[in-house]
């Protein structure tokens, strides 16, 4: 599996972007798939999963304001932000899992990543 994010960039705050994630290389829809974001100089940390039958599961900074979904047809996962905050910059990654077993919220659960994209939300 090949992931690629994109859809960064640079926002004030309460502004919204969309990231993607396309998926190459295998049937991307029966994988749990999550994003996590970076900030400079701070641990990645979990922002959100999506199961295999669509199930959502959320950090709680970002519970209400972020979406995440899937489209199985076009072999995507997106992550729709909104209400951004100055807080929320970071570098944004996607993530999947294929190894038999649940997913959780940990980065270690997940066995393939795509190159981040940058989101900087001004003040």
């Known amino acids: 599996v090949q992931l690629q994010a994109s859809g960064g960039g640079q926002v004030k705050t309460g502004g919204s972007l969309r990231l993607s994630c396309q998926a190459s290389g295998r049937t991307f829809s029966q994988y749990p798939t999550a994003w996590f974001r970076q900030a400079p100089q701070k641990e990645r940390e979990f922002v959100a999963r999506?199961?295999?039958?669509?199930?959502?599961f959320y950090a709680d900074s970002v519970k209400g304001r972020f979406t995440i979904s899937r489209d199985n047809a076009e072999n995507n996962v997106y992550l729709q932000m909104n209400s951004l905050k100055p807080e929320d910059t970071a570098v944004y990654y996607c993530a999947a899992r294929t190894l038999t077993g649940r997913a959780n919220n940990n980065a270690e659960s997940f066995n393939y990543w795509g190159r981040g994209t940058l989101v900087t939300v001004s003040s």
């Open positions: 999506i199961s295999w039958n669509g199930n959502t």
